[in-house]
């Protein structure tokens, strides 16, 4: 069975251009989460999907993050504009049931010059 | 919301002893799972444990939701045990989301 999967693995973007990052997590799973770890600091969540629907996005930093899940199949994180900050590593989660465990996608690792 | 704490921040060990790792959280929790972040920076599952006591191999957990810890040992350690271990939270009040601790780095040398 396939694990998380997200894409790219890394990017490079200019401060105030766009990225788009997405999540495939593992088939089945309904509940998907985004967690992002910024400056050397500890992981933090982002927002959580059960299937398309926002459950909680009371971690998304501002207006400049927009995140969507269509379908309620894979999601997708943009940024837009990308400010220095924003640099880090994004991780998607996915787990089958609400407080189900937790697996981790390999992480986007953005950097924003 | 929920606070997590862990220690010791670093160690070093030399090949073969063991240790313990700790993780204090402030809140009941319907979720905490244990990571190895590897030198890759990915996040592994070691254990899902928000109470009991499990064994994977030379390693085991202990979480004491009652008294709000949980323990990570590692057993004749090895180098390739080597990275951050991160204990991770979902409390009560707070949905399904997971509250991170800073991590413990663990270097394991030959």
């Known amino acids: 069975e396939a694990g998380v999967t997200q894409f790219p693995s890394h990017s490079v973007i200019e401060k105030g251009q766009t990225v788009t990052l997405r999540c495939d997590p593992i088939?089945?799973?309904?509940?998907l989460y985004w967690y992002r770890r910024v400056m050397g600091k500890e992981i933090k969540f982002l927002l959580h999907?059960?299937?398309?629907?926002?459950?909680?996005e009371s971690g998304m930093p501002n207006n400049r993050f927009l995140a969507e899940r269509t379908g309620g199949t894979y999601s997708t994180l943009k940024v837009q504009p990308a400010e220095l900050e924003d640099s880090g590593v994004y991780f998607c989660?996915?787990?089958?049931?609400?407080?189900?465990?937790?697996?981790f996608g390999p992480g986007t690792r953005l950097t924003v010059t | 919301g929920i606070q997590v704490e862990q220690s010791p921040p670093d160690l070093i060990l030399q090949e073969g002893a063991n240790s313990t790792l700790r993780c204090n959280f402030s809140?009941?929790?319907?979720?905490l799972q244990w990571f190895h972040q590897n030198p890759w920076g990915q996040l592994i599952n070691l254990f899902y444990?928000?109470?009991g006591t499990k064994q994977n191999g030379r390693l085991s957990a202990t979480t004491v939701a009652t008294e709000r810890y949980s323990l990570l040992y590692i057993s004749s350690s090895q180098t390739t045990d080597s990275g951050v271990y991160f204990c991770?939270?979902?409390?009560?009040?707070?949905?399904?989301?997971?509250?991170f601790g800073e991590g413990t780095q663990l270097t394991v040398n030959p």
């Open positions: 989660a996915s787990s089958l049931i609400f407080f189900g465990e937790q697996y």
């Open positions: 088939s089945g799973h309904d509940n």
């Open positions: 809140d009941s929790v319907n979720n």
């Open positions: 991770a939270v979902a409390g009560e009040t707070s949905g399904s989301r997971l509250t």
């Open positions: 444990i928000p109470s």
């Open positions: 999907f059960v299937k398309e629907s926002k459950q909680d």
